[in-house]
Each structure stands twice: as structure tokens, then as C-alpha cells.
């Protein structure tokens, strides 16, 4: 059995009731797997509009710990396709050294850590997560540091700039790019 998290992206004007229903829904599609945790992000504002529409620029975000056999992976994609009130799904697997954090814990530790961090630049060069102790927080959770390794037009700050290593580099960019399938980061600045 695999480790994955299942991100849901949901419309915004449905009700607690049918959110849950949906979970347990979730929950009974997967024969021989498990949801062991579950994270309810709420309401955010995503920086696209979503299939551009104008009026789906707000989305209700769920992000779920699975265990599953990779068989049972189709079925419940299968299950999520036909959803209606599901805008968007991503399904990560997260491998051995990952872990499941707290959208809530992740952005409390990082904003006391940004606000105790000391503003010197020394040209565009970010180096947060050129430490190992804080490569907890590469995650697509992380969205306040991750926007920093963004240049102004949006590409990603090469590793000169980072003075990351080649594995947490690769890490750093599969973060960005997991934050901008789901809406929450831009593609191109303008």
C-alpha cells in the first residue's frame, strides 16, 4: 500500500451537509484502503479563474491523507470524475521522508518565521530551504515562502539564486508547480 493525498477542489456554494456526504462517499469507494487523515482548508481565493469562468475565482479546498493499493487508485478516480460539485482533484503520492502536515500549523509556523527573519537582500537570492531544518516546509501548503522563490514574472528562481541542492531544488519546483495546478499560485505575472 501507497501513501497518497487527494486535494479537493470544490465549489464554494456547497452546503457542510453535502461536503460530508461527499467524504463519506469517499470513504466507501475505497474497498481496501483508508483515510487517515483529513484536512479541512476552507474557503480561498484562487489567483485564476478556473475552465475561465469569471465567477469561479473562489474555491473549498479538502486535502485527504489516503492509504491505498494502486488498483483502487482508477476506482476512485473514476468516482471523482463524475462529481459535480468538484471543480478540480489532485491526487500526490507522497513517498517515505514525506508527511502529512496542517494547512493551518504550516502557515502559522512559516508566518512567525517570516516576520522573525531579518529583511536583508543581497540581490534575489532566497535561502530558506537551503537548510535542512527547514525542508519540513516544502510542501504546496507553503504558499507564502513558496511565492518568494517566484521571480516577478512568475518563473521559478533558478538554483543560483536558492543556493539549493539539486534534490531540494527539484522539491521546491514540484511544490510550485502542485500549488499552480490548484489555482493557488500564478502561472504568469504580469
Known amino acids: 500500500m501507497k ?3 487527494l486535494v479537493l477542489v470544490m465549489d464554494p456554494a456547497t452546503s457542510d451537509a453535502d461536503r460530508k456526504s461527499l467524504l463519506g462517499d469517499i470513504q466507501k469507494s475505497i474497498i481496501e484502503g483508508k483515510v487517515e487523515n483529513t484536512d479541512d482548508i476552507g474557503m480561498m481565493n484562487l489567483k485564476y479563474d478556473l475552465w475561465q469562468v469569471t ?7 479538502i486535502s485527504l491523507l489516503l492509504e491505498l493499493w494502486e488498483e483502487a487508485v482508477n476506482e476512485l478516480r473514476k468516482f471523482l470524475l463524475y462529481n459535480k460539485s468538484i471543480f478540480r482533484y489532485q491526487l500526490f503520492v507522497l513517498w517515505k521522508n514525506d508527511e502529512f502536515v496542517s494547512f493551518g500549523d504550516v502557515h502559522k509556523e512559516l508566518e512567525s518565521i517570516i516576520d522573525g527573519r531579518k529583511d536583508t ?14 525542508q519540513k516546509y516544502i510542501t504546496w501548503k507553503a504558499l507564502p515562502m513558496l511565492a518568494k522563490y517566484l521571480t516577478r514574472f512568475g518563473d521559478i528562481k533558478p538554483r543560483k539564486y536558492t543556493d539549493n541542492n539539486i534534490s531540494t531544488q527539484k522539491k521546491v519546483r514540484e511544490a510550485i508547480i502542485r500549488s499552480r495546478e490548484l489555482g493557488l499560485l500564478d502561472y504568469i505575472r504580469s
Open 3 to 5: 501513501k497518497y493525498e
Open 55 to 61: 465567477w469561479k475565482n473562489r474555491a473549498y479546498f
Open 121 to 134: 537582500k543581497f540581490g534575489q537570492k532566497v535561502t530558506f530551504y537551503s537548510h535542512k531544518d527547514n
